[in-house]
Structures are given as structure tokens and as C-alpha cells.
């Protein structure tokens, strides 16, 4: 039995618990606060839209609170307590979560992240043929997406909804394109969220792009790891407090590390900076999610390790990289 207990194997059985507590929360753990939401504020993709769900994450207040709260600060129908408010209670909340878990909220918690492993999962065992790494160059050009889509989904077009620039449609954008919305609503048998508006051209753009990229995430994950968490919004709202993250990534090469690239290649978010030499260096990567695979297939002794504060949790060692390795081998074929 020891042989299979693993990081990943251990994280799998977190995912696993994470998936159903989020998706159908409300329904298994019917409370007060579930049935209200715990935090309203989860820095991973988890969806108000699923009315069986335990908690949903930040970017819906975030979208709500562009549209209906900061937006009077422009059009003066509010002062700054009452326009700012409810914005910062969600980044301090949100801060307070990433303070405890930092990015490992995508990495061991995120319904969605979980669902795109299991695709991968299946493909593998479909036999279709796995992309091991995307090259720099393309990784470089997808980066910025992330970016463009927080900024502009989710907090200029709503912004400007609230103003009065942009029609009703833009007032909640990346909701209405998010798979995880499409994903978690059919999970628990709510085929609703699965359509073509007709609504308006605003209306029927949104709906095509959030079946598109539903359909498009299902079909790359099958041979291509996590592709729609390299452009999650949810990156850019850890990246701004990952600095005071009690978790972290920690790189110790001063004479061990042979760059051997192994991290890199077990990266499913493909971060080649993590193969640079460091001496006892926090390098959790503005796209980590601390998933832990860099740590498992390291070959050597205490140059990866995730620290907790000052306390070392898990480091790479020989053995568990031996380990790792033969299970890999198996899993694969």
C-alpha cells in the first residue's frame, strides 16, 4: 500500500473531497452557511450559477461590485465608503484565503482545474497521444490572456456596464464565458446553462464563446495539460497577494541541482523559470498551483521543497522521485 501513497495521490483524494463539497455542498452539507455560502470569496473557480454548490468563487462579487457599487463613484450617485466597500471586503477575504493556502487553491481545491485533470486522465488511458511540454514561445504568447481577461471581463466592461457605456450583457462577461459554469450546472443536472441566446448580439456573442470554450477545454485536455487554467483570471488576483503566502515553493540548487529539467517536464502549467539555478529562493510562479509534481520527480535530496512559514513540509528526495517515476511508468503503459 506504501508504494502508492504519493503527493499526488494525496492531492487526488483532496481534489476529489474539494469537487463534490463545492458542486454539490449545499445539498450534502445542508447548513446555514452552506446554504448561504461560506465566503463568496473562493480564489478558485467554483460557480454561483450551481444552486447546489457549497461556496462560489470571487470574480462573481467582483464583477457585481464593477457594475453596481464602484460604478456610482463615477456617476455620483454614492460616496467612496458605500462605492468601496463591498469591493474590499472581497480582496481581503480573498487575501486572508491565499494568506492560509496561497496558490494551492487551484492546485488541490479548484473544481474546475480537477475536472481538466480527469479529462487528461482518460485521454491517457484512451492512448492518445500526450503533449509533454508547450514550447516557450507559445507559453510566452498564452500568458498575457489571463491578464486581458480579468481586466477587461472582469473589471473594465463591468465598470463600464455600471457607467452606462455598455449594455446589461457586460455586466457580468466572464461569468458568461467561464466553463465552470457550464461544467458544475451539468454536473448536478442543470442543462439551463447550456444554450444560444437570442437575446441580443451581446447576449448570442457570449453564449457562442462560453460553448466554444467549454467544447474547445474538453477536447485540449484530452492531450494537452490544464489549458484553460493557463488562462484563468483567478492567477492575477493570487498573483497580487502570493507574497504573503504562508505556502510556498522553495528552490535550494546551491549544489545539488544538475539541471536536469525534470521539474519542468512534470510542470503541467509548463513554468520553465523553475529550471533556473536558485539558492534557497521562493519561485512560486505567478502560474503555479502548487500541485507538488515539481517536488515529486526532483531526483534530489531537499532541492524542491514546500515550506509552510519556516517549516518544511515536503522535499524531494531519491527514493520518493524513484517511486514517483515506477508509478508514472505504470499509469502510462
Given at each position: 500500500m506504501d508504494k502508492?501513497?504519493?503527493?499526488?495521490?494525496?492531492?487526488?483524494?483532496?481534489?476529489?473531497?474539494?469537487?463534490?463539497?463545492?458542486?454539490?455542498?449545499?445539498?450534502?452539507?445542508?447548513?446555514?452557511?452552506?446554504?448561504?455560502?461560506?465566503?463568496?470569496?473562493?480564489p478558485a473557480l467554483s460557480c454561483a450559477y450551481d444552486m447546489k454548490s457549497?461556496?462560489?468563487?470571487?470574480?462573481?462579487?467582483?464583477?457585481?461590485?464593477?457594475?453596481?457599487?464602484?460604478?456610482?463613484?463615477?456617476?455620483?450617485?454614492?460616496?467612496?465608503?458605500?462605492?468601496?466597500?463591498?469591493?474590499?471586503?472581497?480582496?481581503?477575504?480573498?487575501?486572508?484565503?491565499?494568506?492560509?493556502l496561497n496558490k494551492a487553491f487551484c492546485g488541490w481545491l479548484c473544481p474546475l482545474g480537477f475536472f481538466q485533470e480527469s479529462v487528461g486522465m482518460i485521454g491517457t488511458k484512451l492512448g492518445m497521444k500526450q503533449l509533454p511540454s508547450l514550447s516557450v514561445e507559445t507559453v510566452n504568447k498564452i500568458r498575457p490572456v489571463k491578464w486581458f481577461i480579468f481586466l477587461f471581463l472582469v473589471l473594465i466592461f463591468p465598470l463600464l456596464t455600471g457607467i452606462g457605456m455598455l449594455g446589461h450583457e457586460w455586466g457580468s462577461p466572464f461569468c458568461s464565458i467561464c466553463p465552470s459554469r457550464i461544467m458544475t450546472?451539468?454536473?448536478?443536472?442543470?442543462?439551463?446553462?447550456?444554450?444560444?441566446?437570442?437575446?441580443?448580439?451581446?447576449?448570442?456573442?457570449?453564449?457562442?464563446?462560453?460553448?466554444?470554450?467549454?467544447?474547445?477545454?474538453?477536447?485540449?485536455?484530452?492531450?494537452?495539460?490544464?489549458?484553460?487554467?493557463?488562462i484563468c483570471p483567478i492567477l492575477p488576483m493570487q498573483t497580487l497577494f502570493k507574497k504573503i503566502g504562508l505556502l510556498r515553493?522553495?528552490?535550494?540548487?546551491?549544489?545539488?541541482?544538475?539541471?536536469?529539467?525534470n521539474c519542468v517536464k512534470a510542470c503541467p502549467m509548463d513554468i520553465y523559470e523553475i529550471g533556473n539555478p536558485a539558492v534557497n529562493a521562493n519561485i512560486t510562479h505567478t502560474d503555479c498551483t502548487l500541485c507538488g509534481r515539481c517536488v515529486e520527480f526532483c531526483p534530489h535530496d531537499g532541492v524542491m521543497s514546500f515550506k509552510y512559514g519556516p517549516a518544511t513540509i515536503l522535499t524531494s528526495s531519491k527514493e520518493s522521485f524513484k517511486k514517483r517515476s515506477k508509478i508514472d511508468k505504470w499509469w502510462k503503459g
Open positions: 502508492f501513497l504519493t503527493v499526488t495521490a494525496l492531492r487526488r483524494v483532496v481534489q476529489l473531497t474539494a469537487f463534490f463539497f463545492f458542486v454539490y455542498g449545499a445539498t450534502v452539507f445542508t447548513t446555514f452557511y452552506t446554504d448561504d455560502k461560506l465566503t463568496q470569496a473562493l457549497g461556496d462560489y468563487c470571487a470574480l462573481i462579487p467582483l464583477q457585481h461590485q464593477m457594475d453596481h457599487r464602484v460604478s456610482t463613484l463615477f456617476t455620483g450617485d454614492s460616496g467612496i465608503m458605500q462605492a468601496l466597500m463591498g469591493t474590499a471586503i472581497t480582496v481581503a477575504t480573498v487575501a486572508l484565503l491565499i494568506l492560509i450546472t451539468l454536473a448536478v443536472g442543470d442543462m439551463n446553462q447550456l444554450y444560444i441566446s437570442q437575446a441580443g448580439w451581446g447576449y448570442t456573442l457570449l453564449s457562442l464563446i462560453a460553448d466554444l470554450l467549454f467544447g474547445l477545454m474538453i477536447a485540449l485536455a484530452l492531450f494537452v495539460r490544464q489549458p484553460f487554467c493557463r515553493l522553495v528552490k535550494n540548487g546551491s549544489s545539488y541541482c544538475e539541471g536536469c529539467s
